[in-house]
C-alpha cells in the first residue's frame, strides 16, 4: 500500500444515534472504517480524519462546540493523528488536504465516512479530479433515507446508487472484508 493514505470523512456524533442527523446504521459503518483505520496505524501508513465544522447561519448539525461535531469515539484520532476541518461536503474545499497529500507523496486514496451521498461522493469524485486513485470502502461508508417528490428513497437504495455511480468511473468500490484480504498478501 506503498503511496496510499485513508481519508476518514465525517464519522462525527451527530451522524450517530440520538445525534442531530441520525444516519442508517452508523454503528456498522464506523466499525468497519474502524477495521480499515487499524490496519492503517499498524502498518503506520498515512491517514486523515476529516471533521465538517458548520459555521453558516441556520446550520442544525455539525454546530461547534455542541458535541454533535466531535469524530465519534469509534475512530477518534490519535493525538499524533492529522484532524483537517472542513465547511463543506468537499474535504478539499478551502482545505490543506491537498498540500498536505501532495507533500507526502499520496497517489492512492482509500476512503471511508458519511454520507455517501453528499461527502463521500464530493470528496471522491474531487480526489480523481486532482488525479488520485479512489478506493472506496462501501460498507464503512452510510446514508439517511432522501426525499424526492413526496417520496421517500431508503438509505440504502440511496447508498447503493452513489456507489454504484462511484464505481462506474471514479473509485474502485470495495467491502472493508475485500480490503482487508488484499492487505494480508
Do not use: W
Request: with cysteine.
Amino acid at each position: 500500500m506503498q503511496n496510499t493514505a485513508l481519508l476518514l470523512v465525517d464519522i462525527q456524533n451527530d451522524y450517530f444515534p440520538n445525534g442531530r442527523m441520525e444516519l442508517h446504521e452508523t454503528h456498522r459503518a464506523a466499525a468497519n472504517a474502524r477495521s480499515v483505520l487499524d490496519v492503517f496505524r499498524r502498518e503506520q501508513l498515512p491517514l486523515f480524519h476529516i471533521q465538517h465544522l458548520s459555521v453558516q447561519p441556520g446550520a442544525t448539525f455539525f454546530i461547534p462546540r455542541t458535541g454533535g461535531e466531535d469524530i465519534h469515539e469509534t475512530v477518534a484520532p490519535l493525538p499524533n493523528e492529522t484532524v483537517i476541518t472542513k465547511n463543506y461536503p468537499n474535504s478539499f474545499r478551502d482545505t490543506q488536504l491537498l498540500s498536505l497529500l501532495h507533500e507526502a507523496g499520496i497517489e492512492n486514496l482509500i476512503i471511508c465516512g458519511m454520507m455517501s451521498h453528499m461527502c463521500i461522493d464530493a470528496t471522491t469524485r474531487a480526489a480523481v479530479d486532482y488525479g488520485f486513485r479512489c478506493t472506496v470502502i462501501e460498507d464503512a461508508c452510510t446514508s439517511p433515507n432522501l426525499s424526492v417528490r413526496g417520496r421517500t428513497i431508503p438509505a440504502t437504495d440511496v447508498h447503493d446508487a452513489f456507489m454504484a455511480a462511484l464505481g462506474s468511473l471514479y473509485a474502485d468500490i470495495q467491502t472493508v472484508e475485500v480490503f482487508l484480504q488484499g492487505t494480508k498478501k
